[in-house]
């Protein structure tokens, strides 16, 4: 089925360092998908100053190219994220 997003990306049991997204717009959000079994993730967001858990089922939306973000170590469970992003250079 058709999709807004021009990228889809699986990250699979992988610590995300903190970074903003190089290839997007400031207008736009991607969509991050956490799944697996059982993790305690969290979610942080180093311009909010916050950590979000980050359960399995967690569908959050965040301007990537704008706030520096991360997923640090989980202790249990498998994780994976399927991540939909848009590149501006499509877009263009």
């Avoid at 991050?32 to 089922?57: Q, R």
């Amino acid at each position: 089925w058709p999709l807004i997003f021009t990228g889809i990306e699986l990250i699979a049991n992988w610590i995300t360092l903190s970074h903003c997204d190089a290839g997007g717009a400031q207008s736009h959000y991607d969509l991050l998908a956490s799944l697996g079994i059982g993790h305690d993730a969290t979610f942080s967001i180093k311009d909010l100053n916050v950590e979000l858990d980050y359960f399995p089922g967690t569908l959050p939306f965040i301007a990537g190219k704008v706030l520096e973000h991360s997923v640090g170590p989980w202790k249990i469970g498998e994780r994976f994220v399927v991540a939909h992003f848009m590149k501006y250079k499509v877009h263009d």
